[in-house]
Protein backbone atom coordinates (compact mmCIF):
# COMPACT_ATOMS: atom_id res chain seq x y z
CA UNK A 1 0.00 0.00 0.00
CA UNK A 2 1.72 3.35 -1.32
CA UNK A 3 0.15 6.58 -0.39
CA UNK A 4 0.53 9.29 -1.95
CA UNK A 5 -0.62 12.59 -0.72
CA UNK A 6 1.44 15.28 -2.94
CA UNK A 7 -1.03 13.92 -6.41
CA UNK A 8 -3.57 15.33 -3.89
CA UNK A 9 -1.94 18.66 -2.61
CA UNK A 10 -0.92 19.84 -6.04
CA UNK A 11 -4.87 20.04 -6.31
CA UNK A 12 -5.02 23.15 -4.00
CA UNK A 13 -6.47 25.39 -5.97
CA UNK A 14 -9.32 23.35 -5.82
CA UNK A 15 -9.55 22.34 -3.33
CA UNK A 16 -9.29 26.10 -1.74
CA UNK A 17 -12.61 26.58 -3.72
CA UNK A 18 -14.45 23.76 -2.55
CA UNK A 19 -13.98 24.84 0.47
CA UNK A 20 -15.00 28.29 0.11
CA UNK A 21 -18.05 27.46 -2.07
CA UNK A 22 -18.87 25.21 1.44
CA UNK A 23 -18.33 28.07 3.42
CA UNK A 24 -20.98 30.38 1.17
CA UNK A 25 -23.42 27.75 1.05
CA UNK A 26 -22.92 27.72 4.98
CA UNK A 27 -23.43 31.43 5.47
CA UNK A 28 -26.26 31.92 3.49
CA UNK A 29 -27.82 29.08 4.80
CA UNK A 30 -27.41 30.18 8.13
CA UNK A 31 -28.47 33.42 7.95
CA UNK A 32 -31.61 32.21 5.85
CA UNK A 33 -32.02 28.94 8.63
CA UNK A 34 -32.32 31.68 11.42
CA UNK A 35 -34.68 33.95 9.99
CA UNK A 36 -37.38 30.74 9.02
CA UNK A 37 -35.78 29.07 12.27
CA UNK A 38 -37.04 32.71 14.37
CA UNK A 39 -39.87 32.53 12.50
CA UNK A 40 -41.08 29.30 13.35
CA UNK A 41 -40.12 29.80 16.68
CA UNK A 42 -42.36 32.29 17.61
CA UNK A 43 -45.43 30.57 15.54
CA UNK A 44 -45.03 27.77 17.23
CA UNK A 45 -44.34 29.56 20.63
CA UNK A 46 -46.63 32.85 20.59
CA UNK A 47 -48.67 32.58 17.33
CA UNK A 48 -51.92 31.75 16.62
CA UNK A 49 -53.03 28.05 17.06
CA UNK A 50 -53.23 27.23 12.93
CA UNK A 51 -49.99 28.88 12.36
CA UNK A 52 -48.41 27.17 15.44
CA UNK A 53 -49.68 23.57 14.13
CA UNK A 54 -47.97 24.22 10.83
CA UNK A 55 -45.23 25.51 11.86
CA UNK A 56 -44.94 22.19 13.88
CA UNK A 57 -45.48 20.03 11.12
CA UNK A 58 -42.93 21.56 9.20
CA UNK A 59 -40.52 21.18 11.65
CA UNK A 60 -41.86 17.32 12.70
CA UNK A 61 -41.71 16.74 8.62
CA UNK A 62 -38.02 17.95 8.39
CA UNK A 63 -36.08 16.25 11.60
CA UNK A 64 -37.41 13.34 10.75
CA UNK A 65 -36.29 13.05 7.23
CA UNK A 66 -32.65 12.86 6.06
CA UNK A 67 -31.11 15.65 4.72
CA UNK A 68 -30.15 14.04 1.21
CA UNK A 69 -33.83 12.93 0.31
CA UNK A 70 -35.03 16.63 1.29
CA UNK A 71 -32.10 17.65 -1.15
CA UNK A 72 -33.03 15.22 -3.86
CA UNK A 73 -36.88 16.29 -3.58
CA UNK A 74 -36.15 19.96 -3.72
CA UNK A 75 -33.16 19.28 -6.63
CA UNK A 76 -35.21 16.38 -8.49
CA UNK A 77 -38.96 16.54 -7.45
CA UNK A 78 -39.51 20.30 -7.76
CA UNK A 79 -39.28 20.26 -11.30
CA UNK A 80 -41.84 18.66 -12.21
CA UNK A 81 -44.08 21.06 -10.37
CA UNK A 82 -42.29 23.67 -13.36
CA UNK A 83 -39.54 24.79 -10.84
CA UNK A 84 -36.53 24.85 -12.42
CA UNK A 85 -33.36 25.09 -9.86
CA UNK A 86 -29.70 25.12 -10.70
CA UNK A 87 -27.83 22.88 -7.90
CA UNK A 88 -26.11 25.75 -6.28
CA UNK A 89 -30.18 27.32 -5.40
CA UNK A 90 -31.34 23.92 -5.09
CA UNK A 91 -28.27 23.10 -2.26
CA UNK A 92 -28.90 26.52 -0.57
CA UNK A 93 -32.88 26.37 -0.68
CA UNK A 94 -32.69 22.21 1.00
CA UNK A 95 -30.32 23.73 3.57
CA UNK A 96 -32.18 26.44 4.53
CA UNK A 97 -35.24 24.69 5.38
CA UNK A 98 -33.31 22.00 6.98
CA UNK A 99 -31.54 24.02 9.64
CA UNK A 100 -34.58 26.43 9.86
CA UNK A 101 -36.38 23.40 11.23
CA UNK A 102 -33.68 22.47 13.45
CA UNK A 103 -33.68 26.17 14.97
CA UNK A 104 -37.21 26.61 15.18
CA UNK A 105 -36.76 24.31 18.14
CA UNK A 106 -33.88 25.74 19.48
CA UNK A 107 -35.38 29.15 19.39
CA UNK A 108 -38.54 27.89 21.00
CA UNK A 109 -36.35 26.50 23.69
CA UNK A 110 -34.89 30.00 24.10
CA UNK A 111 -38.14 32.05 23.73
CA UNK A 112 -39.95 29.34 26.43
CA UNK A 113 -36.90 30.13 29.35
CA UNK A 114 -38.31 34.01 29.52
CA UNK A 115 -39.38 35.26 32.88
CA UNK A 116 -43.01 36.25 32.41
CA UNK A 117 -41.99 39.32 34.59
CA UNK A 118 -40.22 40.90 31.30
CA UNK A 119 -42.67 40.45 29.20
CA UNK A 120 -45.19 42.08 31.59
CA UNK A 121 -43.01 44.79 32.00
CA UNK A 122 -41.99 45.79 28.66
CA UNK A 123 -45.94 45.29 27.71
CA UNK A 124 -46.45 48.03 30.95
CA UNK A 125 -43.44 50.21 29.02
CA UNK A 126 -46.17 50.22 26.26
CA UNK A 127 -44.89 48.22 23.78
CA UNK A 128 -46.94 46.73 21.08
CA UNK A 129 -46.46 43.01 20.46
CA UNK A 130 -43.83 43.57 17.80
CA UNK A 131 -41.55 45.59 19.68
CA UNK A 132 -41.71 43.05 23.16
CA UNK A 133 -40.56 39.97 20.70
CA UNK A 134 -37.80 41.68 19.25
CA UNK A 135 -36.63 43.84 21.19
CA UNK A 136 -37.22 41.88 25.28
CA UNK A 137 -37.91 38.45 24.18
CA UNK A 138 -35.56 37.37 21.28
CA UNK A 139 -31.94 38.21 22.18
CA UNK A 140 -31.35 37.17 25.52
CA UNK A 141 -33.49 34.00 24.08
CA UNK A 142 -31.21 33.64 21.81
CA UNK A 143 -27.88 34.36 23.75
CA UNK A 144 -29.16 31.34 26.11
CA UNK A 145 -29.56 28.87 22.72
CA UNK A 146 -26.47 30.29 20.94
CA UNK A 147 -24.07 27.63 21.65
CA UNK A 148 -26.35 24.87 20.21
CA UNK A 149 -27.25 26.96 17.64
CA UNK A 150 -24.12 26.94 16.79
CA UNK A 151 -23.50 23.01 17.06
CA UNK A 152 -26.77 22.81 14.67
CA UNK A 153 -24.85 25.43 11.95
CA UNK A 154 -21.67 23.36 11.99
CA UNK A 155 -23.89 20.04 11.37
CA UNK A 156 -25.96 21.58 8.28
CA UNK A 157 -22.34 22.52 6.89
CA UNK A 158 -21.20 19.27 7.53
CA UNK A 159 -24.17 17.74 5.72
CA UNK A 160 -23.35 20.06 2.98
CA UNK A 161 -21.01 17.70 1.70
CA UNK A 162 -24.34 16.04 0.43
CA UNK A 163 -24.69 18.70 -1.80
CA UNK A 164 -21.56 17.31 -4.29
CA UNK A 165 -24.06 14.88 -5.24
CA UNK A 166 -26.18 16.96 -7.61
CA UNK A 167 -22.90 18.49 -8.59
CA UNK A 168 -22.89 21.71 -6.43
CA UNK A 169 -19.10 22.45 -6.77
CA UNK A 170 -18.08 22.34 -2.81
CA UNK A 171 -15.41 20.58 -1.02
CA UNK A 172 -16.66 16.87 -1.65
CA UNK A 173 -17.46 17.07 -5.16
CA UNK A 174 -13.87 18.56 -5.66
CA UNK A 175 -12.27 15.40 -3.71
CA UNK A 176 -14.20 13.10 -5.80
CA UNK A 177 -13.15 15.39 -9.21
CA UNK A 178 -9.77 15.37 -8.01
CA UNK A 179 -9.74 11.39 -7.27
CA UNK A 180 -11.56 10.82 -10.64
CA UNK A 181 -8.28 11.86 -12.41
CA UNK A 182 -5.47 11.02 -10.36
CA UNK A 183 -7.63 7.49 -8.63
CA UNK A 184 -6.16 8.81 -5.17
CA UNK A 185 -9.74 8.15 -3.75
CA UNK A 186 -8.31 7.82 -0.12
CA UNK A 187 -5.52 10.19 0.03
CA UNK A 188 -8.23 12.78 -1.47
CA UNK A 189 -11.06 12.07 1.03
CA UNK A 190 -8.53 12.54 4.24
CA UNK A 191 -7.33 15.58 2.81
CA UNK A 192 -11.13 16.79 2.71
CA UNK A 193 -12.15 15.38 5.77
CA UNK A 194 -9.36 17.37 6.83
CA UNK A 195 -10.14 20.26 5.71
CA UNK A 196 -13.90 19.89 7.19
CA UNK A 197 -12.42 19.36 10.69
CA UNK A 198 -10.39 22.61 10.23
CA UNK A 199 -13.46 24.22 9.01
CA UNK A 200 -15.79 22.94 11.85
CA UNK A 201 -13.45 24.70 14.49
CA UNK A 202 -12.64 27.50 12.86
CA UNK A 203 -16.39 27.69 11.88
CA UNK A 204 -17.33 27.08 16.02
CA UNK A 205 -15.12 29.97 16.93
CA UNK A 206 -16.09 32.34 14.44
CA UNK A 207 -20.02 31.90 15.43
CA UNK A 208 -19.31 31.74 18.74
CA UNK A 209 -17.90 35.59 18.17
CA UNK A 210 -20.28 36.16 16.14
CA UNK A 211 -23.06 35.64 18.28
CA UNK A 212 -21.52 37.55 21.00
CA UNK A 213 -20.60 40.72 18.62
CA UNK A 214 -23.99 40.63 16.19
CA UNK A 215 -26.69 38.50 17.38
CA UNK A 216 -27.58 38.59 21.29
CA UNK A 217 -24.44 40.74 22.64
CA UNK A 218 -24.73 44.28 24.68
CA UNK B 1 -42.21 1.17 -20.71
CA UNK B 2 -43.42 -0.68 -17.44
CA UNK B 3 -46.41 1.30 -15.88
CA UNK B 4 -45.42 2.26 -12.52
CA UNK B 5 -48.45 2.69 -10.04
CA UNK B 6 -47.97 4.14 -6.74
CA UNK B 7 -48.07 0.83 -5.54
CA UNK B 8 -45.43 -0.55 -7.27
CA UNK B 9 -43.16 2.44 -6.35
CA UNK B 10 -44.42 1.70 -2.67
CA UNK B 11 -44.04 -1.52 -2.63
CA UNK B 12 -40.84 -1.34 -4.37
CA UNK B 13 -39.57 1.12 -1.61
CA UNK B 14 -41.26 -1.04 1.54
CA UNK B 15 -38.59 -3.89 0.12
CA UNK B 16 -35.52 -1.42 0.01
CA UNK B 17 -36.77 0.05 3.68
CA UNK B 18 -35.68 -3.47 5.28
CA UNK B 19 -32.41 -2.32 4.39
CA UNK B 20 -32.50 0.86 6.16
CA UNK B 21 -34.07 -0.78 9.41
CA UNK B 22 -31.31 -3.55 9.30
CA UNK B 23 -28.22 -1.24 8.53
CA UNK B 24 -29.65 1.28 11.55
CA UNK B 25 -30.05 -1.61 14.01
CA UNK B 26 -26.03 -3.05 13.25
CA UNK B 27 -25.07 0.57 13.63
CA UNK B 28 -26.62 0.67 16.59
CA UNK B 29 -26.54 -2.06 18.46
CA UNK B 30 -22.45 -2.32 17.07
CA UNK B 31 -22.07 1.62 17.84
CA UNK B 32 -23.26 1.08 21.19
CA UNK B 33 -21.15 -1.29 22.29
CA UNK B 34 -17.83 0.44 21.11
CA UNK B 35 -19.19 3.05 22.65
CA UNK B 36 -19.82 1.64 25.87
CA UNK B 37 -16.30 0.60 25.54
CA UNK B 38 -14.61 3.77 25.02
CA UNK B 39 -17.22 5.76 27.67
CA UNK B 40 -15.95 2.82 29.89
CA UNK B 41 -12.21 3.42 29.14
CA UNK B 42 -12.86 7.08 30.21
CA UNK B 43 -14.54 7.10 33.47
CA UNK B 44 -12.22 4.36 34.63
CA UNK B 45 -9.53 6.80 33.39
CA UNK B 46 -6.95 4.79 31.43
CA UNK B 47 -4.13 6.25 31.22
CA UNK B 48 -4.24 8.60 27.44
CA UNK B 49 -7.85 7.65 27.55
CA UNK B 50 -9.86 10.95 28.05
CA UNK B 51 -7.10 12.43 25.23
CA UNK B 52 -7.79 9.35 22.75
CA UNK B 53 -11.41 9.28 23.03
CA UNK B 54 -11.67 12.89 23.24
CA UNK B 55 -9.99 13.35 19.77
CA UNK B 56 -11.99 10.29 18.42
CA UNK B 57 -15.16 11.99 19.30
CA UNK B 58 -13.79 15.43 17.97
CA UNK B 59 -12.74 13.61 14.90
CA UNK B 60 -16.07 11.87 14.11
CA UNK B 61 -18.15 15.09 14.78
CA UNK B 62 -16.50 16.94 13.28
CA UNK B 63 -16.29 15.61 9.64
CA UNK B 64 -19.08 14.91 7.35
CA UNK B 65 -20.21 11.79 7.80
CA UNK B 66 -20.62 10.81 3.79
CA UNK B 67 -16.44 11.34 4.02
CA UNK B 68 -16.43 8.83 6.45
CA UNK B 69 -18.06 6.44 4.26
CA UNK B 70 -16.04 7.13 1.40
CA UNK B 71 -12.58 6.66 3.83
CA UNK B 72 -14.27 3.30 4.73
CA UNK B 73 -15.03 2.36 1.70
CA UNK B 74 -11.84 3.35 -0.39
CA UNK B 75 -9.62 2.71 3.17
CA UNK B 76 -10.33 -1.09 2.75
CA UNK B 77 -10.43 -1.55 -0.33
CA UNK B 78 -6.59 0.07 0.01
CA UNK B 79 -5.99 -2.59 2.44
CA UNK B 80 -6.73 -5.41 0.08
CA UNK B 81 -9.99 -5.86 1.51
CA UNK B 82 -12.42 -6.46 -1.26
CA UNK B 83 -15.23 -4.86 1.09
CA UNK B 84 -18.83 -4.67 -0.59
CA UNK B 85 -21.28 -1.09 0.40
CA UNK B 86 -22.05 -3.67 2.71
CA UNK B 87 -19.36 -3.92 4.90
CA UNK B 88 -18.47 -0.22 4.22
CA UNK B 89 -21.65 1.33 5.47
CA UNK B 90 -21.63 -0.70 8.79
CA UNK B 91 -18.19 -0.04 10.04
CA UNK B 92 -18.40 3.87 9.15
CA UNK B 93 -21.76 3.68 10.28
CA UNK B 94 -20.92 1.87 13.91
CA UNK B 95 -17.59 4.36 14.44
CA UNK B 96 -19.72 7.33 13.94
CA UNK B 97 -22.60 6.00 15.80
CA UNK B 98 -20.07 5.18 18.65
CA UNK B 99 -18.39 8.63 18.72
CA UNK B 100 -21.92 10.15 19.56
CA UNK B 101 -23.43 7.62 21.87
CA UNK B 102 -19.93 7.65 23.80
CA UNK B 103 -19.89 11.72 24.01
CA UNK B 104 -23.69 11.54 25.23
CA UNK B 105 -23.31 9.07 27.49
CA UNK B 106 -20.12 10.72 29.18
CA UNK B 107 -22.33 13.82 29.67
CA UNK B 108 -25.02 11.12 31.39
CA UNK B 109 -22.55 9.95 34.11
CA UNK B 110 -20.82 13.02 34.96
CA UNK B 111 -24.02 14.25 36.01
CA UNK B 112 -24.21 12.03 38.50
CA UNK B 113 -23.20 13.84 41.73
CA UNK B 114 -19.77 13.23 43.36
CA UNK B 115 -21.33 12.00 46.58
CA UNK B 116 -22.52 9.25 44.89
CA UNK B 117 -18.66 7.86 43.93
CA UNK B 118 -17.81 8.69 47.31
CA UNK B 119 -20.15 6.85 49.25
CA UNK B 120 -19.49 4.23 46.38
CA UNK B 121 -16.13 4.31 47.42
CA UNK B 122 -16.51 4.41 51.38
CA UNK B 123 -18.92 1.07 50.67
CA UNK B 124 -15.18 -0.38 48.99
CA UNK B 125 -16.56 -1.37 45.62
CA UNK B 126 -14.50 -2.00 43.20
CA UNK B 127 -15.24 0.12 39.79
CA UNK B 128 -17.21 -2.62 38.28
CA UNK B 129 -19.87 -2.45 41.08
CA UNK B 130 -19.34 1.10 41.45
CA UNK B 131 -20.59 1.15 37.76
CA UNK B 132 -22.76 -1.45 38.19
CA UNK B 133 -24.69 -1.17 40.97
CA UNK B 134 -24.32 2.80 41.73
CA UNK B 135 -23.49 5.14 39.06
CA UNK B 136 -24.62 2.52 35.70
CA UNK B 137 -28.18 2.42 36.81
CA UNK B 138 -28.95 6.38 37.78
CA UNK B 139 -27.05 7.52 34.74
CA UNK B 140 -28.93 4.84 32.10
CA UNK B 141 -31.85 6.73 33.27
CA UNK B 142 -30.95 10.16 32.45
CA UNK B 143 -29.59 8.34 29.26
CA UNK B 144 -32.45 6.72 27.46
CA UNK B 145 -33.58 9.56 26.03
CA UNK B 146 -30.93 11.12 24.20
CA UNK B 147 -30.17 7.59 23.30
CA UNK B 148 -33.39 7.47 21.84
CA UNK B 149 -33.53 10.71 20.35
CA UNK B 150 -30.01 9.31 18.76
CA UNK B 151 -31.04 6.40 17.32
CA UNK B 152 -33.23 9.17 14.97
CA UNK B 153 -29.83 10.31 13.78
CA UNK B 154 -28.65 6.83 13.03
CA UNK B 155 -31.71 6.10 10.81
CA UNK B 156 -31.58 9.07 8.71
CA UNK B 157 -27.61 9.04 8.81
CA UNK B 158 -28.11 5.35 6.73
CA UNK B 159 -29.95 7.26 4.03
CA UNK B 160 -25.96 8.78 3.18
CA UNK B 161 -25.02 5.09 2.27
CA UNK B 162 -26.68 5.41 -0.80
CA UNK B 163 -24.14 7.08 -2.44
CA UNK B 164 -21.84 4.43 -2.20
CA UNK B 165 -23.92 2.26 -3.70
CA UNK B 166 -25.82 0.26 -0.97
CA UNK B 167 -29.09 0.08 -2.10
CA UNK B 168 -31.51 1.22 0.35
CA UNK B 169 -34.89 3.30 0.32
CA UNK B 170 -33.06 6.32 -0.51
CA UNK B 171 -30.92 4.14 -3.35
CA UNK B 172 -34.05 2.30 -4.27
CA UNK B 173 -36.27 5.92 -4.16
CA UNK B 174 -33.49 7.31 -7.30
CA UNK B 175 -33.51 3.62 -9.20
CA UNK B 176 -37.20 3.73 -9.39
CA UNK B 177 -37.33 7.51 -9.97
CA UNK B 178 -34.75 7.17 -12.54
CA UNK B 179 -36.87 4.54 -13.96
CA UNK B 180 -40.61 6.46 -13.62
CA UNK B 181 -39.40 9.97 -14.47
CA UNK B 182 -41.62 10.61 -11.51
CA UNK B 183 -39.12 11.91 -8.61
CA UNK B 184 -41.44 14.47 -7.80
CA UNK B 185 -44.01 11.39 -6.33
CA UNK B 186 -41.28 8.64 -5.95
CA UNK B 187 -39.14 11.16 -2.73
CA UNK B 188 -42.29 12.80 -1.76
CA UNK B 189 -42.80 8.56 -0.72
CA UNK B 190 -39.19 7.92 0.46
CA UNK B 191 -39.54 10.84 2.82
CA UNK B 192 -42.58 9.94 4.12
CA UNK B 193 -41.59 6.43 4.91
CA UNK B 194 -38.14 7.85 6.72
CA UNK B 195 -41.04 9.87 8.93
CA UNK B 196 -42.78 6.93 9.17
CA UNK B 197 -39.77 5.38 10.52
CA UNK B 198 -37.95 8.42 12.26
CA UNK B 199 -41.25 9.83 14.14
CA UNK B 200 -42.44 7.08 16.23
CA UNK B 201 -39.12 7.09 17.17
CA UNK B 202 -38.84 10.55 18.72
CA UNK B 203 -42.11 10.43 19.82
CA UNK B 204 -40.65 7.70 22.13
CA UNK B 205 -37.62 9.49 23.19
CA UNK B 206 -39.95 13.09 23.80
CA UNK B 207 -42.13 10.72 26.03
CA UNK B 208 -39.41 9.09 28.09
CA UNK B 209 -37.77 12.46 28.67
CA UNK B 210 -41.38 14.07 29.80
CA UNK B 211 -41.45 10.82 32.07
CA UNK B 212 -38.74 11.79 33.54
CA UNK B 213 -39.21 15.48 34.41
CA UNK B 214 -42.36 14.63 35.60
CA UNK B 215 -40.70 12.50 38.35
CA UNK B 216 -37.86 14.65 38.88
CA UNK B 217 -40.24 17.79 39.72
Known amino acids: ?218 | MVEFTLWDIARNLLLAARWTVLLSLIAFVGGGLVGLSLLLARVAKWPGAERYVGAYVQLFQGTPLLMQLFLAYFGLALLGWDVSAWVAAALALTLYTSAFLAEIWRGCVAAIPKGQWEAAESLALNFGEKMRHVVGPQALRIALAPTVGFLVQVIKGTALASVIGFIELTKAGTMISNATFQPFKVYACVALMYFALCWPVSAWSRSIERKLRRAHA
Open chain 1, 1 to 218: MQLDFLAVLAEWPALLRGALVTLVLTAVATVGGLALGVACGWARAWGARPLAYVAGAYVELIRNTPFIVQLFFVFFGLPSLGVKLTPEIASVLAMVINLGAYAAEIVRAGIEGTPRGQIEAARSLAMNEWQVFMRVVLPPALGRVWPAMVSQIIIVMLGSAVCGQIATAELSYQANLIQSRNFRAFEAFIVATLVYLLLSVALRHALHWAGRRFVFGR
